[in-house]
């Protein structure tokens, strides 16, 4: 039985017993609310089931309490998405609480988490536990969050990470390329852990969710029939929306 405190995650889970789901990322020191309500208004229509806000860098309270109202106005669930303990808004579903599963700093481990616990409690936000793990090029969340990316080419260690994570009580397990990044996450890395994930009896309670540098139909497709449960784009919103449909539409059907 879904608890309060499971409402988002436990419906994110039923809708994805019946199909894919695609993520939009909106990040507040990059996008103010105007363009914010804009793009998650377009990103519904092109069939995203939630928007993600949150960045690495220079993030402000109000900056996010902006954007998530925002971007509430969609009709999508809110999650924030955050860089550090103080990205937090009240107006938010819920909250990736997430660890970095390969940092180097105890701050992104674990310390984050626990200042960042009580405004999660004060603001009453659901926090959804997720593993988050750092592929290759990283971009700014890999250097930031002093991550040790995982090589491209060393897909078995991605899904050792993610199979800790889902063993560790991560829902949702990120594979992230970093925003902008040159290439994706490579699809072996996302069937590795699939594979793992599943073989260990987790498959149906987490999600295997994947983002960074996916700008292409073909990119999406790869990642879907490689094992991703969830897409998460972010620049492609900004950038080339008028592909945004055809990315959510490839990554949904394949
Ligand atoms: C979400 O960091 C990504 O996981 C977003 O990356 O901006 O490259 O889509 P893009």
Known sequence: MAGKRRRLLEKLLERRSRGRLHFTLIDPDKTGPVEAGEIAARAAEAGSDAILVGGSIGVTFEETDGVVKAAKRSGLPVILFPGGHTNASRHADAVLFLTVMNSDNPYYIVQAQILGAPLALKLGLEAIPTSYIIVGYGGAAGFVARARPIP?????????????????????????????????????????????????????????????????????????????????????????????????EAFKSA
Not at 168 to 191: C, D, F, H, T
Not at 193 to 216: F, I
Not at 237 to 246: D, F, M, N, V, Y
Request: proline fraction near 7%; charge should be negative.
């Open 152 to 248: 491209y080419e060393k897909p078995e260690l991605a899904a050792l990470h993610a199979l800790a994570g889902a063993m560790m009580g991560g829902r949702i397990i990120y594979l992230e390329a970093g925003s902008g990044a040159p290439k994706p996450v490579p699809p072996e890395a996302v069937a590795a852990s699939r594979k793992l994930v599943d073989a260990a009896g987790y498959g149906g309670e987490v999600l295997l969710t994947v983002g960074g540098g996916v700008r292409t139909p073909e990119a999406a497709r790869m990642l879907a029939e490689a094992g991703a449960d969830v897409l998460v784009t972010g620049t492609l919103a900004e950038e080339s929306p008028g592909k945004l449909a055809e990315v959510v």
